[in-house]
């Protein structure tokens, strides 16, 4: 892992935006889509200390900036953190929808930037992947885990049958803290009894906050503790089924749900999933085969895909999922093909680790990485000029919170060495003289060697090598941003001129 090392060189002054630059956008038009405004409140304004509101766009956009500022150390300077804020309040350009919730909140400051980022994927060969996967779901980031023999092979037999007990009294063995890492000991302790020590234990709940109650630090309001017992129950008793053998897939993928199931009641935090399994693992292939009945309905938790390099791979039993009175259809993933290119016309960026992708199937990763993802609004762009600008102002954002600790030592590893980051498009039926191959090619060729130089220009400013990013764009499906402007989601082709749009909210919201 790399070590923060600052260099002898005076580093940049770090400033934020001023006030009357921000005041100064406080009454201006935002060009928000149909339910632009709405989405916006319910889902990236947060509370503002000591007024009985939620923020508005400019301040959003102001918190969101002078951290970004403050996270560069002054790679960015305070004229592009003025003009980037200009980009995102006209809905020119955004960071991530995790990075407009969490940006300038004490849990990046305390954490670095795990609750910042959309993506993770992780291989489930040891115990401590399914903490990692309840850590991340719960600060928000969606994963993708990979179930296939080869991983799953290497967890440890189930070696102990235990009992594991609620008490709710202060004389019990465990009291879960009303926290984060709370939640995730007692996943961990509930693991080791099985796998490692072989102990009973009994676990309090009296510390966790009452369902509705608000969480200060991260935002949103607490599920209380019922939806964590019934989940720790449930895991519990999959393993004690397992007694003195291994887990197979569908266990895991039963787990992993399950702990999705638990995030999800939490409100604010999301639970997107993705397994990645074997095309012959039938348990597997059948494990949202609803018509079979006596499916779990955690099960719902995940999108499904097997790993297959070629058709031929593929049993028959694959394509029952498409057929819509038997189940849900299985995604593909070609993993060779994704370890020797990038975009397809390019033969220098191969990514030979890659072992997983993310929920929304739009970036591999290796096993711990994430991919912190930023989106252009094409429709609003006037033209390849402001496409450009946009585009490495949000490179440089996107590259910057590479730089941030992340608090799993497998994370910081992989991150340390690959810097992926995702720079997407949304709005492209919409904008035909922006798609043109000459000006994305254009776009792409300033940010790949945009990257050479502000990677240069960040090594100096923290003292030790960053390296150019491995991958730098992605083409991504979209979804709540693209609400914000009202364009077409991603790449997705429009098939109506209206669409109904549902939007929901906690009966509790304000």
Known sequence: ???????????????????????????????????????????????????NRTEEWHETIARDVNDILKISRGAITLDEGMRLYDHMFNLRGSVSGRSHWQLGTPTVARLGA???????????????????????????????????????????????????ERKDTKDADFIVPDSREGWVELLRRTLDASFVTGKSFSYSTICIRGKGTTISGFGGVASGPEDLVAGIDKIHT???????????????????????????????????????????????????????????????????????????????????????????????????LARRKGRLKDNHRTDPKVSVMNPCGEITLENGEACNLTEIFLPNIKDADQFEEIALLLYKVAKSITTLPYHWKMSQDVIS????????????????????AEVLDRVYNAVEAEDIAF?????AIFGYEIKPSIKLTTVKPSGTLSLLAGVSAGCHPEYAPYYIRRVRMAANDQ
């Open 1 to 51: 892992m790399e070590t923060t090392m600052l260099s002898t060189e005076v580093v940049p002054v770090i400033r934020q935006l001023p006030e009357s630059f921000i005041q100064a956008y406080a009454n201006k038009a935002v060009p928000w889509g149909p339910v632009g405004y709405v989405v916006y409140k319910r889902t990236y304004a947060r509370k503002v200390e000591d007024q």
């Open 114 to 164: 795990a609750s910042l980022i959309n993506c993770w994927g992780v291989n489930m060969d040891n115990l401590e992947a399914f903490m990692f996967i309840f850590d991340q779901l719960m600060l928000g980031g969606g994963v993708g885990f990979n179930i296939q023999r080869e991983n799953i092979y290497q967890l440890p037999p189930v070696k102990h049958k235990v009992k594991i």
């Open 238 to 336: 999959i393993i004690n089924r397992r007694f003195e053998k291994r887990l197979r897939a569908i266990d895991v993928l039963d787990i992993v749900t399950i702990i999705g199931s638990i995030v999800v009641a939490r409100n604010v935090r999301r639970s997107a999933l993705i397994a990645i399994g074997d095309p012959d693992d039938f348990n597997f292939l059948r494990a949202k085969r609803w018509s079979l009945g006596a499916i779990p309905a955690h099960r719902q938790m995940s999108n499904n895909t097997v790993l297959a390099n070629k058709f031929e791979h593929l049993p028959d039993e694959f394509w029952n999922g498409y057929t819509p009175q038997e189940g849900e259809p299985y995604g593909l993933f070609n993993r060779d």
């Open 417 to 436: 060495r690959n810097r992926r980051i995702g720079g997407s498009l949304t709005g492209i039926v919409q904008a035909p003289e922006l798609i043109k």
């Open 455 to 459: 990677s240069k220009r960040l090594s």
